[in-house]
């Protein structure tokens, strides 16, 4: 069953934020949301995950409603680089990690 | 490290041969997954390990066969190859913790004829 729900396809003006939205309504109380990419079908990449709190790194933010049902991936400057495949994931405890289809990103020049 | 390693990268079968992907990863992980990611798709759960000895079946296991004699070494095994298992097939590792990320290895491309 799909535990995610993205848009298909999102452009982004290079330079620009690209916020990238997920909805996880049925998401439980244990579940953290993960955030990974894939550039031209290579090995998904990680990129940010958290359970409740608003986190940052160095390659992005991840923003997740008080509610928990929906969280934002924001690429603070995106580049041509950061042009891929973003999936949202909800990960259960154990090692179920369920990816949905993903939101395909261009980053326009 | 070399991180998580795929063997080999392409591979063409006739339906109904058999064959075995491997994975290895050198991070001394206790979990293991084989994913496959059809065109235009998400990946999808085969099997998963939590440690040696152990493994459990995921989303779609029909088909294949696991084992996990080592912490470093977790093969996909294809007992008689299908044109419906022809996909990129990822295998992937984490620590074990429960917020541990997952490291992806790069793929095999396999086409069954």
């Known amino acids: 069953d799909a535990k995610t729900t993205q848009p298909t396809s999102m452009d982004c003006a290079e330079g620009r934020a690209a916020n990238l939205p997920c909805n996880h309504s049925?998401?439980?109380?244990?579940?953290?949301v993960y955030w990974y990419r894939q550039i031209h079908s290579q090995g998904p990449q990680y990129i940010i995950h958290?359970?409740?709190n608003n986190e940052t790194n160095e390659m992005a933010s991840l923003i997740i409603t008080e509610d928990r049902k929906s969280s934002t991936l924001i690429l603070p400057h995106a580049t041509l680089r950061d042009t891929a495949v973003y999936y949202c994931?909800?990960?259960?405890?154990?090692?179920?990690?369920?990816f949905g289809t993903g939101t395909s990103l261009t980053v326009i020049p | 490290n070399a991180g998580v390693t795929q063997t080999p990268k392409f591979q063409v079968l006739k339906t109904g041969q058999s064959m075995t992907l491997q994975c290895a990863q050198d991070?001394?992980?206790?979990?293991m997954s084989w994913y496959r990611q059809d065109p235009g798709m998400g990946l999808r759960l085969i099997h998963y390990?939590?440690?040696?000895?152990?493994?459990d079946q995921g989303e779609v296991p029909n088909g294949y066969n696991v084992s996990r004699s080592t912490t470093e070494d977790f093969p996909l095994r294809l007992l008689s190859a299908a044109p419906s298992q022809t996909s990129v097939y990822f295998c992937?590792?984490?620590?074990?913790?429960?917020?541990?990320?997952?490291?992806f290895g790069p793929g095999t491309r396999l086409t069954v004829l």
């Open positions: 991070m001394n992980h206790e979990y």
């Open positions: 049925t998401i439980s109380g244990n579940e953290y």
């Open positions: 994931i909800v990960r259960v405890t154990g090692n179920q990690f369920y």
């Open positions: 992937a590792s984490r620590r074990g913790r429960t917020s541990d990320t997952q490291y």
């Open positions: 390990s939590v440690g040696a000895g152990i493994t």
């Open positions: 958290g359970l409740k």
